[in-house]
């Protein structure tokens, strides 16, 4: 029972850290699809020949003087900047770490057992012989 | 014995129970997948059906009227009314039409009558997967009823 | 012996089992391309009803640019180009995945078949 | 089983633990198990299909938290904006789905929010803010309790199907055994 | 003879069965309708007398989508007033639709009573 | 034969007995669905008011009455609420009885199903494929 319990909490925590690695990392390219979203509306604003433009906040869109959105536009991209790199630090951090969780205690279930006739004539039915 | 879908049965009979189970499985999966593609052009067509309903409300006479302009879900700010005659459709993919009130109306009695067509094709489609269902089921309970008659025997 | 044919059957399988999740993901990429050519068709049919001096817009971001009606369309054509390209490269994949899945097959049936006469010949 | 106190450390929304059968033949010597396999199976599967009730009522919860989040976000966001505002704002709002609609909007000192039982109060901007910021912590927290929760809830019911899958073979086993000894 | 009699009879029996049970299908449905009717006429009076007490210069707004736009409440009394009587102009119609279909069901009802009592008199007739 | 016929007759009954099962389970589950939304709007109640409690009666306020939304102040609105509030238990509580008398019901209907159909640990609900996945689970023991 202990060892089986101590094995589950190994698990699960491997399990929860590489689950926050893969999170972390969906969001590192979230937050940079945004960035490179704004890099291209600033390149945009810059060319524009208008005095002002839309810009939207959640569902409404507010007009804007252009000199205004740009601003707001570079706000954004700082605080983009500082987050990513935020997390892009926490990250190496974490896969470090999970790393080192891997290494120590045996994992068990990585000691393959040869497939017995039972097992043989389970995949034969699944169709994977045939 | 089996009715309709003759050519399916030619097909069925020559199957293994197994083999029979795995194709039902298929057949259930895309029966499911129809449900759901169902029930998300349902949903499309409520919110066509919605914003063509919305669109005719906006007259002439609510120009300049006072509004409760929803800002999110749950916060609401004073304001008017500035254009009764334009909208501005999102057409998808990131792009925005503006459009007067009749081609605002236009555009959602289209997009109804598409989704409304999907939809018939996919339950046509549908009735036809649910035949070969019910085919496969009794070439099946067929199969298993030839099967325990023996042992009954012995 | 018997373990060596074993350990490569295993082998095989783990193989199949690796082709298989590609090719599963090879699938719905080649249905969410699909989706998304039928959305910019649907777009690029809206943009041809429209009037020339129509207005329309584009989102980049947060800001909602003003596009030439002319840009507009060719942007879409372009984006479908792309889409379709992509699409025959998913289609290219998923056959070459499949003709994998033919091979691993082949190849475990006959470990199987060398395994089932080993046991005979023992 | 199911009479366990809830185990407050471990849940917030006083999820019942379930035990994992270690010892099969323990387990069904004990006193409530008297009633044979299908019974404990049956009791198993009740526990089962209570907790899968749990995780969809939890499940629901998140999302509404989850697209609670954003919005409050989204309203906070808007307050700045009306806090700065000077002149009249052109805006376009979505009217409904894919319709957008111009209107404008005045220097403002005041929003509306809506609170519930079909009622919507005015507040000033900072009244406003202080609730919004208020509400957008709590939702945060407690969507952190619901993941936790879920999480808790998922590890209790595989220990079920574990118990399940154990109890039956544990039955197997031992009608083939006293089959194999009646032969 | 009295076969053959038997068997028309029969005959204008099952007839008549038949167009009593579509009589009552159709009975359910305006019922049904009726209800649905009625249930959205109870909506619209609950709102009608919350209207009916506020001052006159009170603001109501309707909602449109997503917006609530300002609606002048004299101009929604009035609305409300038309649709009531509509409604209630529908449901009358129903109800008289229901009425008359009700009488043509006794009126089955009654040629069948009859066509059993003639039958039986014709039978008497030959005994005696 | 006859064994094999009476099997054939289950499975009828089984599908029958399922549908109806099922029509139960569905009754019960709207029933607790109202409860549940019932109790939501009361809850919110509880809290709306005990908002407008807090401020000043005369502030602006809107009501939503059916299908028009009105501009009044909390002092006209917290008694609407209230009344609300006192009444909303009153139809929680009927709910729960009509919920009460469904799960005897269904707990009848099990009972008397399990007389007809007794096959092994085949239990209703989810129990059948239960049973097969653990059977996967268990084939390499």
Redesign the interface.
């Known amino acids: 029972m202990d060892d089986q319990d101590n094995t589950l909490q190994y698990l699960i925590s491997v399990e929860k850290l590489a689950q926050e690695i893969l999170s972390d990392k969906r969001e590192i390219i979230l937050l940079d699809k945004r960035r490179n979203e704004n890099r291209e509306a600033l390149r945009n604003l810059t060319k524009s020949s208008e005095s002002k433009c839309w810009l939207t906040v959640?569902?409404?869109i507010i007009k804007h003087d252009i000199a205004t959105a740009k601003s707001l536009l570079e706000a954004d991209q700082n605080q983009l900047n500082i987050d990513i790199n935020q997390l892009r630090s926490e990250l190496k951090v974490k896969v470090n770490n999970l790393r080192d969780l891997e290494m120590e205690p045996p994992v068990p279930g990585l000691m393959l057992v040869p497939m017995s006739h039972k097992e043989n004539e389970g995949l034969t039915?699944a169709?994977l012989f045939n | 014995m089996a009715p309709a879908p003759g050519m399916q049965q030619i097909d069925l009979s020559k199957l293994n129970l197994?083999q029979l189970a795995?194709l039902k499985q298929q057949v259930d999966h895309d029966l499911q997948v129809f449900q759901e593609s169902l029930q998300a052009l349902k949903i499309a067509q409520g919110?066509?059906v919605?914003?063509g309903e919305?669109?005719e409300?906006?007259t002439p006479a609510?120009k300049g009227?006072?509004?409760?302009?929803?800002?999110?879900?749950?916060?609401?700010?004073?304001?008017?009314?500035?254009?009764t005659d334009?909208?501005?459709?999102?057409?998808?993919?990131?792009?925005?039409?503006?459009?007067d009130i009749e081609g605002?109306k236009d555009?959602f009695k289209r997009k109804v009558q598409f989704v409304t067509e999907q939809m018939e094709k996919i339950q046509v489609l549908g009735i036809e997967k649910t035949k070969v269902k019910d085919a496969i089921c009794m070439m099946m309970e067929m199969k298993i009823?030839a099967q325990?008659?023996p042992q009954?025997v012995s | 012996m018997a373990e060596e044919i074993q350990k490569k059957m295993q082998k095989e399988l783990e193989m199949f089992s690796g082709v298989q999740k590609e090719y599963k993901i090879a699938v719905s990429q080649k249905q969410q391309l699909d989706s998304?050519l039928n959305?910019?068709k649907?777009?690029k049919e809206?943009?041809l009803l429209?009037k020339k001096d129509?207005?329309?817009?584009?989102?980049?971001g947060p800001v909602?640019v003003k596009q030439d009606l002319e840009e507009?369309k060719q942007n879409?054509n372009k984006?479908m180009e792309y889409i379709t390209k992509e699409i025959r490269r998913t289609e290219g994949h998923i056959l070459a995945l499949e003709n994998k899945q033919d091979a691993i097959q082949t190849n475990l049936n006959k470990l199987k078949n060398n395994l089932g006469n080993l046991k005979i010949s023992v | 089983m199911e009479g366990d106190a809830p185990t407050s450390s471990k849940t917030f929304s006083g999820i019942p633990e379930a035990v994992f059968v270690d010892n099969v033949d323990e387990f069904m010597n004990l006193p409530e198990n008297s009633g044979g396999v299908d019974k404990v199976l049956r009791r198993l599967d009740e526990q089962h299909a209570k907790y899968k009730f749990m995780e969809s009522t939890l499940a629901s919860k998140r999302r509404r938290l989850r697209q609670q989040i954003p919005?409050?976000s989204?309203?906070l966001e808007?307050?700045e904006k009306?806090k700065a505002q000077k002149e009249d704002m052109?805006?376009?709002?979505?009217?409904?789905?894919?319709?957008?609609?111009?209107?404008?909007?005045?220097p403002?000192e005041?929003?509306?929010?809506?609170l519930g039982a079909n009622v919507?109060l005015e507040y000033s901007l900072e009244d406003?803010e202080n609730l919004l910021t208020t509400n957008m912590a709590t939702a945060k927290k407690n969507l952190a309790c619901v993941e936790h929760d879920l999480d808790f809830l998922r590890d209790q019911w595989t220990t079920i199907e574990v118990n399940m899958a154990r109890v039956y073979n544990w039955d197997i086993k031992k009608r083939q055994a006293a089959k194999a000894s009646s032969q | 003879m009295a076969k053959l009699v038997d068997l028309e009879l029969k005959k204008a029996f099952a007839e008549l069965q038949v167009k009593m049970v579509e009589t009552r299908k159709k009975i359910n449905i305006i019922d049904a309708q009726i209800d649905a009717l009625d249930k959205v006429l109870k909506f619209i009076e609950s709102t009608r007398q919350e209207l009916n007490v506020l001052p006159n210069d009170t603001n109501t707004?309707i909602p449109?989508?997503?917006?609530?736009?300002?609606a002048d409440l004299g101009d929604l009394k009035e609305n409300i007033e038309e649709r009531v009587s509509i409604l209630s102009k529908r449901i009358t119609e129903l109800e008289n639709k229901k009425e008359y279909l009700e009488r043509k069901l006794r009126e089955s009802e009654d040629n069948i009573r009859e066509m059993v009592q003639q039958r039986k008199e014709q039978i008497e007739d030959k005994t005696n | 034969?006859a064994?094999?016929n009476i099997n054939k007759g289950k499975g009828k009954n089984a599908d029958e007995i399922f549908n109806a099962f099922q029509t139960l389970r569905n009754e019960q589950r709207q029933l607790a669905n109202k409860i549940t939304e019932l109790e939501m709007d009361l809850n919110e109640h509880k809290i709306v008011i005990e908002t407008l409690q807090g401020v000043d009666k005369s502030r602006k306020c809107f009501r939503m009455a059916g299908g028009v939304?009105i501009e009044k102040t909390v002092g006209d609105v917290l008694p609407v609420l209230e009344y609300n509030r006192e009444r909303l238990p009153q139809a929680i509580e009927a709910l729960n009885e009509q919920l009460a008398r469904k799960g005897k019901e269904i707990n009848e209907y099990i009972e008397t199903h399990d007389i007809r159909v007794h096959r092994g640990h085949r239990a209703p609900e989810t129990a059948p494929e239960q049973a097969t996945k653990s059977n996967v689970l268990v084939a390499s023991e």
Do not use: C
């Not at chain 2, 009227?65 to 254009?83: E, F, N, Q």
């Not at chain 2, 334009?86 to 459009?99: P, R, S």
């Not at chain 3, 129509?54 to 980049?60: D, M, S």
């Not at chain 4, 052109?90 to 005045?106: I, M, P």
């Open positions: 959640g569902s409404v039915h169709g | 197994p795995q919110k066509f919605d914003s919305t669109v409300k906006l609510t009227k006072t509004i409760l302009v929803p800002l999110t879900s749950s916060m609401y700010v004073s304001g008017t009314i500035a254009d334009n909208v501005i459709i999102d057409i998808g993919t990131g792009y925005y039409a503006q459009k605002a555009y009823q325990s008659e009954k | 998304q959305e910019n649907a777009v809206e943009l429209l129509a207005e329309v817009y584009k989102l980049i909602l507009a879409v984006r | 919005d409050l989204r309203s808007m307050i009306l052109e805006t376009q709002f979505l009217l409904s789905d894919q319709v957008f609609l111009k209107a404008n909007v005045k403002t005041t929003v509306f929010l809506w919507m406003a | 707004y449109v989508s997503r917006m609530f736009l300002q | 034969m064994k094999s939304l």
